[in-house]
């Protein structure tokens, strides 16, 4: 059944939009607990997808392994890195790489082949490092300026992590954004680990798209 609401965006709707998948969740927010709501806005941010740095040489290619410490000197493009669209697929059974947000996919995973995401440990070091810069931050202002400011601490940098695949080869990635990582880390588990939940995303985005375009 499609309520007035989808009827009357159904023109606009599209499973690409951010749009999409707000008016989805108001529309059947009661079928979600607390816990599946949160993993639904985590898989909508996969579906819509993020920029990022992928490994486009194999690892036996005389190429400079990217060093976080190294990065200003030796940024990704140097490294065998280039920047490609990456997203899941609306079946979430995919990760679709394209070469820019409008182009058209060139490489496809299969989420099934992911065996486990890899965080190396010198990227959780930085982040532990961030994280104790900004309480610092609030402390001073807490005490010195007697007042404690929205001001967000920048997440902007480079956090290099990789999926271990099921035959061995890795799918090296590089995040300009500790969230984006997060992102892709928790969400890739999610689906992996979360069949009965992606199920049931799955159908409610599937009738709803189906609903809307009859």
């Known amino acids: ?24 969740y108001q529309l059947h927010s009661s079928l979600f607990t607390q816990s599946e709501a949160s993993t ?20 036996h290619c005389k190429t400079r392994q990217f060093d976080l ?6 940024p990704p493009e140097r490294c065998g890195y280039e920047a490609r669209y990456l997203s899941v697929s609306r079946s979430l ?28 440990q010198q990227v959780a070091e930085a982040v532990r490092t ?18 404690l400011t929205a001001k967000k601490h920048s997440e902007e940098g480079y ?4 999926f271990e695949m099921a035959d061995g080869e890795k799918l090296s990635l590089i995040a300009t954004e500790y969230s984006v990582l997060k992102t892709w880390v928790m969400g890739i588990n999610e689906i ?23």
Do not use: C
Request: no cysteine.
């Open 93 to 120: 059974k995919h990760i679709v790489i394209r070469q820019n947000k409008e182009g058209k996919s060139f490489y496809t995973v299969a989420v099934e082949l992911v065996r486990r995401p890899v965080v190396p």
């Open 130 to 147: 961030q994280r104790k810069m900004m309480e610092e931050e609030q402390e001073f202002e807490s005490l010195v300026l007697g007042k």
């Open 1 to 24: 059944q499609v309520t007035d609401r989808v009827a009357l965006h159904k023109k606009s709707l599209s499973w690409t939009s951010p749009s999409f998948w707000q008016n989805l």
């Open 192 to 214: 992996v680990s979360n069949k009965k939940f992606v199920e049931k995303f799955r159908s409610i985005a599937e009738e709803t798209l189906y609903s809307a375009a009859n």
């Open 159 to 162: 956090y290099p992590f990789y």
């Open 40 to 59: 639904y806005h985590l898989l909508t941010k996969l579906l819509l997808g993020h920029t990022l740095y992928k490994k486009s040489t194999p690892d």
């Open 69 to 74: 410490a190294r990065s200003r000197e030796y």
